[in-house]
């Protein structure tokens, strides 16, 4: 028969074996930046969780025994008496039995054991606590089933213009989504039954360029298959949702599945900065209430905050899983889940009766403490909706402290937070500050402690030693050449000291160009006393004529549609021009043929589809400025380029590098001020 205590014993069984799996889960989160990674690994520890309570039912299955089940109980558990009157000794005690006065035989000396009147049973307390909170987790769900069957009953199928929208994007995949319109969605999702749904809001019909940005996140969910991973986290909420490490990994995977998505999205855009701001304004009409059970473009604000600054920070994300990466952590898994599938927990559930008063002071001093802890998450809350709409200027943060919670007499509350501040993506500040939110959490005022904000302090550099200098250039290399995707070491130089004091050595080394072609090179790294970048410079032989090759920079001023119409890749701003004529013809499969082999063979490779004139337009009226070309081979085009609405200019770079006489692309980047654009050139073209 399956008991209360075989259920409550079981239960703390996949308690353990989860809790070591969702522990180990989330540390692996922790080492991977990669988006992709992450999600892959959440996902991995999902299944075990919801394997392992099966595959520790399995007969003959080893076992691991972690505590003495019923130790703690043994000592003190008594036996029931026959019935509730006295129990009668045996006859040969009544040898002992004293005679009373009068030589009458005293009555049979008994031991009477008495049931207590209220018997507390962890057990079932247990068992209890963890049926309510089940049936809790299905009326949730429930609640969000009904919601999104709401939902559909006021959809309407999305207008033609919709879905030839989501066809540019998708492609013909696109035909096995279904498309709908309702007034009762603030902000599109995607849901998967037995075939994909894309549910678009009433307010989204008249701005196209929103639609296409919507229409692409929410695409990406379905091509992800972002469902699936979704529906284990909801089905392991239901088993484990005492599990704080569950609520964790399952936030972290809506965010990093919102961070891929934001990603293929943005590149609908000109600029990524434009898709942000589409995600702030949508932002504001959000309403969460009807978003239980769809993947939606999600604006937990906190979470908000983290998706701008992946895309405004432009880091290269990964697409694709590396095939060995993946059989490696899959077969890491496979062992973990089998191993820990063994773990059995045989520890008393409740202390013995005569602790009980000290067991019931803890528990109320955990209460306690729980208490404290949540309102400081809430007031770390507050503070990060607080950034998300002020400090325009801190473009970047690296939180140092968070202080505890102080009440005011008046009753508003106050934190006080550290942290390093990058103003405008160039100063960095340290910042203690202390925020302060009235009864219903809305926000009074912030002040600076004594002595804040002060510069952050520059961080020693050492230039005397080979050591220093050779931290200095992997410190480099970090923040610089984006091409160069791995490099191995051939060979050191010694330091050596310049006339003017300048640290130089030479460091030769094997680079992999974006993930594919390598090659050999040599060059001579130099710093300034206090360990700035200055240069870097290949080690060549004396060319003809004993002159060196030298970086030529010359003047072009010429828009992308004054070119001639005609693919011509014989010149850097030619194949400028080029590269963006075809990527407005074409969309993203002008870029793969139009790259480097090494970056082509990781693009996509869609069919055809000629951007929106909204979106070509930026491209085609960019206007080409200068062109740094280095040597030969290598070159780097500025342009001035406006965003979609007209409202803000930019720099362009591109570089390009010329194989049998054709001038390809090998990346971009992107700078505020033409300044900024030349010395990012002159340090591309000087590597």
Not at 145 to 172: F, K, T, V, Y
Not at 585 to 603: I, K, Q, V, Y
Request: with cysteine.
């Amino acid at each position: 028969m399956f008991s209360g205590d075989t259920l409550c014993a079981w239960l703390a069984q996949v308690g353990l074996a989860s809790f070591v799996i969702l522990l180990l889960g989330g540390g692996a989160v922790l080492l991977w930046r990669q988006p992709v990674r992450r999600v892959r690994i959440i996902e991995l520890a999902l299944a075990g969780c919801l394997l392992v309570p099966w595959l520790g039912l399995l007969p003959g299955y080893p076992r691991l025994t972690v505590g003495p089940w019923g130790q703690a109980t043994v000592g003190r558990q008594q036996s029931p008496p026959a019935a509730p009157s006295t129990v009668e000794q045996p006859a040969a005690s009544a040898a002992i039995v004293p005679a009373a006065a009068g030589g009458a035989v005293a009555p049979p000396i008994t031991d009477v054991v008495q049931p207590p009147a209220h018997t507390f049973n962890v057990t079932a307390l247990v068992v209890a606590f963890y049926l309510a909170g089940m049936a809790g987790i299905a009326l949730w769900w429930l609640a969000g089933m009904i919601a999104l069957l709401r939902l559909l009953r006021a959809s309407r199928p999305a207008p033609p213009r919709c879905r030839q929208l989501l066809g540019e994007i998708a492609g013909p995949r696109s035909a096995g989504v279904r498309l709908l319109v309702s007034r009762r969605a603030s902000q599109p999702l995607a849901f998967a039954w037995r075939r994909p749904v894309i549910v678009l809001p009433d307010n989204l019909g008249d701005d196209e360029q929103a639609l296409r940005w919507s229409l692409a996140h929410e695409w990406a969910h379905v091509e992800h298959h972002d469902f699936r991973a979704w529906m284990a986290a909801g089905l392991a909420r239901l088993l484990f949702f005492y599990n704080p490490l569950l609520w964790w990994l399952r936030r972290q995977l809506r965010l990093c599945q919102d961070f891929l998505a934001d990603a293929q999205a943005s590149r609908q855009a000109p600029q990524a900065e434009d898709y942000a701001e589409f995600l702030t304004i949508r932002a504001a009409a959000w309403s969460p209430g009807s978003l239980v059970l769809g993947l939606g473009m999600g604006f937990r604000r906190s979470e908000l905050y983290r998706r701008i600054i992946m895309l405004v920070q432009n880091e290269p994300l990964e697409s694709r899983l590396p095939r060995l990466w993946t059989v490696s952590v899959t077969a890491a898994a496979l062992i973990l889940v089998a191993a820990v599938a063994t773990l059995s927990w045989s520890g008393p559930l409740a202390a013995d009766a005569k602790a009980a008063p000290s067991e019931a002071s803890a528990a109320e001093k955990q209460e306690g403490a729980g208490e404290s802890g949540e309102e400081r998450l809430a007031m770390m809350g507050r503070v990060e909706d607080f950034f998300l709409h002020n400090f325009r200027d801190v473009t970047a943060r690296k939180s140092l402290e968070w202080a505890n919670v102080e009440t005011q007499a008046n009753g508003n509350r106050s934190i006080r937070y550290r942290y390093e501040a990058t103003i405008w993506g160039k100063k960095v500040l340290l910042m203690n500050q202390v925020f302060t939110f009235d009864k219903q959490g809305k926000f009074v005022a912030y002040k600076n402690v004594a002595g804040f904000p002060k510069p952050k302090p520059e961080t020693k550099r050492d230039v005397s030693t080979k050591e220093g200098m050779m931290e200095l250039v992997e410190d480099f290399f970090r923040h610089n050449w984006r091409d160069i995707t791995a490099h191995k070491t051939i060979e050191w130089g010694e330091p050596t000291t310049e006339a003017n004091g300048n640290r130089s050595i030479r460091y030769k080394f094997l680079a992999t160009i974006w993930y594919s072609d390598t090659t050999t090179l040599n060059r001579i790294f130099t710093f300034d006393p206090k360990g700035e970048f200055v240069s870097a410079k290949d080690v060549k032989p004396p060319m003809a004529g004993g002159s060196a090759a030298r970086t030529r920079v010359y003047q072009v001023n010429k828009k992308v549609s004054a070119f001639p119409d005609r693919e011509d890749l014989s010149t850097p701003e030619a194949a400028y021009a080029s590269i963006h004529r075809a990527y407005a013809a074409e969309g993203d499969a002008a870029w793969p043929r139009l790259s480097a082999t090494g970056l082509a063979n990781h693009m996509r490779h869609p069919a055809k589809q000629p951007l929106p004139k909204v979106l070509a337009e930026p491209f085609l009226n960019a206007e080409v400025l200068e062109v740094h070309v280095k040597g030969d081979n290598h070159a780097v085009v500025i342009a001035r380029m406006t965003n979609v609405r007209q409202t803000r200019e930019s720099m362009d770079l591109r570089s390009l590098i010329r194989v049998d006489g054709r001038w390809l692309n090998i990346g971009n980047d992107a700078r505020d001020t033409i300044e900024e654009a030349r010395e990012c050139a002159s340090q591309n073209s000087s590597d």
